[in-house]
């Protein structure tokens, strides 16, 4: 078990420590302030944006959100607090279900840190969306129907086993719907395809959706109550476009191939180690059932999600754990070999030199940050105070791999994962606000208008709309130019189309400030008003009442 304290500490350091320091960014608004109208309304059945029925993900991750706003408040760090734990929680599942199949705690100790410093994990698990919950959910149900097919019989530690997979499988319909049920079903056909596991066909599916929907039922039935129409809405509306259509360009079928690889670095820097291990030693990796397993769990993901039209980085998460399992099975075969191709070397060389390069950069940045225009320092959100420190510790982390060169591989290793861990943790300090994470600038705009969210008229476009309801803690803000719905229940009239007409001549009892990027056309068109002021690519304009 010491393996783990050390991965509990990297776990710690790289994902929870940092996860305040930066503002929030625009896509993690939305969760949240649809969490934060769940517990105004004291609702959490219906998720809500800006007071309208928001039906796009089903609630388990605002449900989450929820109880870590009330554990630690409305802020940056609760907001993104569940991602990071079942970013956790994925390498130790991972690492779990190694020692419930094989009982090697080196090899689960290997996987689980190359499942935390991959890049996909990492920016999943340190923003506020459901993704990194979702594959949670998805890796662990999986997991336990392998272990589940490994049982003689239907004995209690199958029953227990396929209790807990439905129980996971519920909460990732919960949490991002139908694909909860597609992605584990096409990995375990394969897998028992594979191995000719046909009594597992009749055992284990009836449960299995059983328990399932056992678990999505109370949520269901009373959402079918409260919302006419539900499920017609999201079969139809949500869930059923990601798998015919695409609300624009569709991306090519070989998109999550670089994905793939780009998501597991630097971790993934280890397979040229892996597969110079030769063709033998992957024919005695696979002759392994939890090695076949993870080869399915990678390609009938990467099949399905690569024939849907719409595309996203995110969803290729499913995929990762059983990536890492197989790199680290290639690792620890490679050095119980010996360890001594040049592939190993080269890697760690390259590694070293990167972290040499990269430390370089960053302290000739700070040496030189006077020279540096302000449209760049504006448009690029580094803090020039730790990023020295960084580029300081960088550069040592790669002076000691390169001079480890001729050292213990071991040695090697550690250094290795020290500074896959001083990249993210230095970029995450580094960043500071931009106008991609507008709460700050919202927040200089309202103490330097001095105004009071209550008695002022927000404007603005559909994109920074939920980070102004949750940085003024607003429902009814008014969007410019977008087909939004209309809300009375809250009083949210919905859209804007003549802005200069509503600014102009539409009677206001209070007074409208309206919030734009810097760069965008209606600045033009808008009447200028006698306050101004601007912040983080963001300008904001107030006018005055209109009798």
Known sequence: MKYFGWIFLFFIMVYIVPLGSHPLRLPEYRNAEITREMLVSSDLTTPRMLGIND?????????LTAG????FGHNTFANRLPAALAAGLTALLTALLIHQALRDEKLGALAAILCMTGALPFFAGTSATPDSVFAMFVISSQGLLFLAAQ????NRRKQLLIFLAGLSIGAAFLTKGFPALIIPALTMCAYLLWQRKWKEFLLLPIPVLIVTALVILPWAWKINHSVNGFWQIFIFAEQLPLLTTSGCAASPWWFYMPVLVLGILPGGLLLPAALATGKNAWKNIFSQDLFCYSLCAIIMPLIFLSII???SPAWLLVCTPPAAILIAAGVRAYFNAGGHHRAYNWVMSLWGILMLVTGAAGVTGWFFRHCIPACVTNNIPLSFTVLITGGAAAILCGVLMLYSLRGNWRGRLYLFFFGAA????????????????????????????????????????????????????KTDIKIVNCAFPLCRETGNTGHITDLSGYI???????????ILPQDHALLKTVPQPAQKSSAWGLVCLIYDTVK
């Not at 049982?151 to 239907?154: A, K, L």
């Not at 994470?437 to 709309?465: D, G, H, W, Y």
């Not at 001549?505 to 209070?510: D, L, T, V």
């Open 422 to 473: 001083l990249l993210p943790l230095g970029a995450a300090w580094c960043i500071t606000p931009a106008k991609w994470m507008p709460e700050p600038a919202l927040r200089i705009f309202i103490e330097n208008f001095q105004l009071t969210p209550s008695k002022t008229e927000f404007i603005t476009v559909k994109e920074l709309a939920p980070a102004l309801a949750w940085s003024t803690k």
């Open 309 to 311: 039209p719409v595309k």
């Open 55 to 63: 039906f796009k993900n089903p609630p388990m991750n605002y449900w």
């Open 504 to 514: 102009t001549r539409s009677k206001r009892q209070y007074p409208a400030a309206l």
């Open 68 to 71: 870590s706003f009330r554990l």
């Open 151 to 154: 049982e003689p019989g239907f």
